[in-house]
């Protein structure tokens, strides 16, 4: 009898997943499901190949019981005050622009409205969302940025009561506002089957990555600052600018069964970055990304301002990682502290690295409390990395950063403790299984190693396991450590790959 969770429940969808804690993203074999009425009367049916998976045109207030297998799970939509259609305020496919059309019908939505969005293509510019409502593009629309920049507002870094409305890196800054952006929103839904394509191909946007335009860094595809109970689901996400999802200051987040796609060759266009957020849950989302699949941050120390809250509580679980520089970053941006993140049976297949911390000198914080458990990675360059020498910024590569002699411990000091890779196999691994280099005057406490088996791409190339200066590069390498304590002798096996195969 396979175990069903229902991850979500909108009024037009429900998010659910099937056997979450005995596999990773897919299933072993497709598994299929019917849904009903209350009354017995069948809604609809289909197969799932995936753990997590939305079921899509349901009806508000309504009762229903899927069935898998031997296992009959009921569950209730929530209630709806009304469902409005962006073609009721004059949106159409054939428009070049309906930006204003789709704001109009934003803008009149009552308390608890939904807004759908029909199949077709509509081109818009960024549009601004409002609490206590829900977006849902149904299966085969396409919600596309438009090209034309002089059409996107920049956000300041600050409105007048001093929030945060635009971020670059950590900083409060200018940004170009997002296709979908969402400012002090509480209870929020954006859900369903279909698109949201933030236009990074068209336009200038890849062409100036960590300069700005008119004042402003590029805009994100979803934007959500300063939010309270955020929920996106089912949704196709791709083609961003820059990050794709950012949520900041986010409280109660949880983000189920999307992919996450942008080109591989796109600059910075990191898949979801959960920065100075609490309470996140991430769950079977598939990345395919011009950067880092997840980029969990919480500010950075500098005289313009930066955010500098905790991001903590973090849920990342039954996610695929197809592509990407990492699969889970850890800052750089991280003066705030980032504790208590969790990833759990997810697959990371073909990024540069896997869980991956990195700090520097002058940042401050810490990172604590970070476990990866029951993973899988393959043709990971290096599964695990925590640099505590990140050369970022424009002294990064001066001495007092990364120097190897201790320097007096101050509030610019970062500190890096309780991290705990359990159930891990890596195969095809190039340069090291593990790096970790930490500061002399602050070493990376309390590592913890369990059943981690490693095997070796025959074909790899030696290079520097870590961005810092003085690293030499290396090739099959098992757990390289510098300044690092370990609670016990580490459990590392390095596999045969014909043994890989029977893991």
Same mark, same amino acid.
Not at 24 to 53: C, M
């Given at each position: 009898?396979?175990?069903?969770?229902?991850?979500?429940?909108?009024?037009?969808?429900?998010?659910?997943?099937?056997?979450?804690?005995?596999?990773?993203?897919?299933?072993?074999?497709? &598994?299929?499901?019917?849904?009903?009425?209350?009354?017995?009367?069948?809604?609809?049916?289909?197969?799932?190949?995936?753990?997590?998976?939305?079921?899509?045109?349901?009806?508000?207030?309504?009762?229903?019981?899927?069935?898998?297998?031997?296992?009959?799970?009921? &569950?209730?939509?929530?209630?709806?005050?009304?469902?409005?259609?962006?073609?009721?305020?004059?949106?159409?496919?054939?428009?070049?622009?309906?930006?204003?059309?789709?704001?109009?019908?934003?803008?009149?939505?009552?308390?608890?409205?939904?807004?759908?969005?029909?199949?077709?293509?509509? +081109?818009?510019?960024?549009?601004?969302?409002?609490?206590?409502?829900? +977006?849902?593009?149904?299966?085969?629309?396409?919600?596309?940025?438009?090209?034309?920049?002089?059409?996107?507002?920049?956000?300041?870094?600050?409105?007048?009561?001093?929030?945060?409305?635009?971020?670059?890196?950590?900083?409060?800054?200018?940004?170009?506002?997002?296709?979908?952006?969402?400012?002090?929103?509480?209870?929020?839904?954006?859900?369903?089957?279909?698109?949201?394509?933030?236009?990074?191909?068209?336009?200038?946007?890849?062409?100036?990555?960590?300069?700005?335009?008119?004042?402003?860094?590029?805009?994100?595809?979803?934007?959500?600052?300063?939010?309270?109970?955020?929920?996106?689901?089912?949704?196709?996400?791709?083609?961003?600018?820059?990050?794709?999802?950012?949520?900041?200051?986010?409280?109660?987040?949880?983000?189920?069964?999307?992919?996450?796609?942008?080109?591989?060759?796109?600059?910075?266009?990191?898949?979801?970055?959960?920065?100075?957020?609490?309470?996140?849950?991430?769950?079977?989302?598939?990345?395919?990304?011009?950067?880092?699949?997840?980029?969990?941050?919480?500010?950075?120390?500098?005289?313009?301002?930066?955010?500098?809250?905790?991001?903590?509580?973090?849920?990342?679980?039954?996610?695929?990682?197809?592509?990407?520089?990492?699969?889970?970053?850890?800052?750089?941006?991280?003066?705030?502290?980032?504790?208590?993140?969790?990833?759990?049976?997810?697959?990371?297949?073909?990024?540069?690295?896997?869980?991956?911390?990195?700090?520097?000198?002058?940042?401050?914080?810490?990172?604590?409390?970070?476990? +990866?458990?029951?993973?899988?990675?393959?043709?990971?360059?290096?599964?695990?990395?925590?640099?505590?020498?990140?050369?970022?910024?424009?002294?990064?590569?001066?001495?007092?950063?990364?120097?190897?002699?201790?320097?007096?411990?101050?509030?610019?000091?970062?500190?890096?403790?309780?991290?705990?890779?359990?159930? +891990?196999?890596?195969?095809?691994?190039?340069?090291?299984?593990?790096?970790?280099?930490?500061?002399?005057?602050?070493?990376?406490?309390?590592?913890?190693?369990?059943?981690?088996?490693?095997?070796?791409?025959?074909?790899?190339?030696?290079?520097?396991?870590?961005?810092?200066?003085?690293?030499?590069?290396?090739?099959?390498?098992?757990?390289?450590?510098?300044?690092?304590?370990?609670?016990?002798?580490?459990?590392?096996?390095?596999?045969?790959?014909?043994?890989?195969?029977?893991?």
């Amino acid at each position: 009898m396979p175990s069903i969770v229902l991850l979500a429940a909108t009024a037009r969808t429900a998010t659910i997943a099937v056997e979450p804690t005995l596999y990773r993203y897919h299933l072993p074999q497709p &598994f299929d499901w019917r849904l009903t009425f209350d009354n017995g009367k069948t809604a609809s049916g289909g197969v799932t190949e995936t753990i997590v998976f939305t079921l899509v045109d349901l009806e508000p207030s309504t009762g229903y019981a899927l069935t898998i297998g031997d296992t009959r799970f009921a &569950f209730m939509t929530e209630a709806e005050s009304k469902l409005v259609s962006i073609s009721d305020f004059g949106a159409e496919p054939a428009r070049d622009d309906n930006t204003a059309f789709i704001q109009a019908a934003i803008d009149a939505l009552p308390h608890d409205a939904t807004l759908r969005i029909p199949r077709g293509t509509w +081109l818009s510019g960024p549009l601004f969302l409002k609490s206590h409502m829900t +977006l849902l593009l149904e299966d085969g629309a396409v919600l596309s940025a438009h090209s034309d920049r002089s059409q996107y507002p920049v956000l300041p870094a600050y409105d007048d009561t001093g929030r945060v409305l635009g971020t670059w890196e950590g900083v409060a800054e200018q940004c170009y506002a997002s296709l979908l952006t969402a400012l002090g929103c509480e209870r929020l839904t954006i859900t369903g089957a279909g698109v949201v394509d933030g236009g990074g191909d068209r336009g200038d946007w890849w062409t100036w990555a960590k300069e700005t335009r008119n004042g402003a860094r590029r805009p994100r595809t979803i934007f959500v600052s300063n939010g309270r109970d955020i929920r996106l689901t089912g949704l196709t996400v791709r083609n961003s600018p820059s990050w794709t999802i950012h949520p900041v200051l986010c409280r109660n987040v949880l983000m189920a069964g999307l992919a996450i796609e942008n080109d591989p060759d796109s600059p910075n266009t990191d898949g979801l970055n959960p920065e100075c957020c609490r309470n996140v849950t991430l769950s079977g989302i598939r990345f395919s990304v011009g950067d880092d699949c997840i980029a969990i941050k919480a500010g950075k120390r500098a005289p313009r301002g930066g955010l500098d809250q905790p991001c903590e509580n973090i849920r990342v679980q039954n996610c695929l990682m197809e592509r990407g520089h990492g699969g889970v970053v850890i800052g750089s941006e991280m003066s705030g502290s980032v504790r208590d993140v969790m990833i759990s049976r997810c697959v990371m297949q073909r990024t540069d690295r896997g869980l991956r911390i990195k700090t520097r000198r002058g940042r401050g914080g810490e990172v604590r409390a970070v476990c +990866l458990e029951d993973c899988e990675m393959d043709h990971v360059a290096t599964p695990i990395v925590v640099n505590a020498f990140y050369f970022c910024d424009p002294d990064g590569c001066s001495d007092w950063v990364q120097s190897r002699a201790p320097r007096p411990v101050d509030e610019g000091t970062p500190h890096i403790a309780e991290i705990s890779v359990r159930r +891990l196999t890596a195969t095809n691994t190039h340069i090291a299984a593990a790096a970790l280099y930490g500061l002399p005057e602050a070493p990376i406490r309390n590592v913890s190693v369990k059943d981690f088996a490693v095997t070796y791409a025959p074909d790899a190339v030696a290079a520097v396991p870590v961005m810092a200066c003085g690293v030499n590069p290396v090739r099959h390498a098992g757990i390289l450590a510098e300044n690092a304590e370990f609670g016990g002798v580490p459990d590392f096996t390095v596999l045969d790959p014909c043994q890989a195969e029977w893991l």
